[in-house]
């Protein structure tokens, strides 16, 4: 069974530009969840989207957005760049009911550089 | 609102010696428990999670964790470590019916020979 994938793995940016990111979640599962981490804040919670519907948000910056497909592949948009968004990005995906439920399965993640 | 606690940013132990990796949380609900490794230039793998039932969760690679209700805690523990185990390890709380995870900031473990 294919994991989650995340495409692409590196990209550099300029300030000011837009960048989108793209999650393939593992087959079956319905939730898409995505996840910013730095070094100085960690591991933070960005949103969840389950049946084409964002179900969760985190505190983030409207420059932050997000969306997801009918056969569950979700992309996320961060508009506007600024240094401070160099992160990598991950994505997790889980089933919704059944054993495993709400069980985490992440992606290798996309790492952004914003110059 | 929860939060988790890891109160070592760094564990350096020598192969084959023991460890553990202490996580506290805090959550006015029940909880899910969770631990993540991560290795250089990966995403997150998990290790172990407690749902519910027997407090002594048994994961990959050795690794287990008990589940403390009193003292709020979720510590890992692995009897003799492994070069392999070099990574950054990161304990997680969820509340039961979502998904979304509250993370440490993590333990980095450094195993020397």
């Known amino acids: 069974k294919a994991g989650v994938t995340q495409t692409p793995r590196y990209l550099i940016k300029t300030r000011g530009q837009q960048v989108t990111l793209s999650c393939s979640p593992i087959s079956g599962h319905r939730s898409v969840s995505w996840y910013q981490q730095t070094p100085g804040q960690g591991l933070q919670f960005l949103f969840e989207?389950?049946?084409?519907?964002?179900?969760n948000k985190g505190n983030f910056p409207g420059r932050f957005s997000g969306r997801q497909f009918s056969n569950s592949r979700s992309e996320m948009n961060v508009s506007t760049l600024e240094l401070g968004d160099s992160a990598l990005y991950l994505c997790?995906?889980?089933?919704?009911?059944?054993?495993?439920?709400?069980?985490?399965?992440f992606g290798a993640g996309s790492r952004l550089t914003v110059l | 609102a929860q939060s988790v606690t890891q109160l070592d940013s760094q564990v350096p132990v020598f192969e084959e010696a023991p460890v553990e990796l202490r996580c506290n949380y805090s959550?006015?609900?029940?909880?899910?428990l969770f631990w993540y490794v991560q290795y250089p230039n990966q995403g997150l793998q998990l290790l172990l999670k407690y749902l519910s039932g027997s407090t002594l969760v048994k994961g990959i690679n050795g690794f287990e964790a008990e589940f403390n209700k009193s003292q709020t805690s979720f510590h890992l523990r692995k009897p003799s470590v492994h070069i392999s185990d070099t990574a950054e390890y990161f304990c997680a709380v969820s509340s039961p019916g979502y998904s979304t995870l509250t993370f440490g900031k993590g333990t980095m473990l450094l195993v020397s020979p």
């Open positions: 997790a995906s889980s089933l919704v009911r059944g054993p495993g439920a709400n069980v985490l399965t």
């Open positions: 959550s006015s609900v029940s909880v899910y």
């Open positions: 989207y389950f049946s084409e519907t964002q179900r």
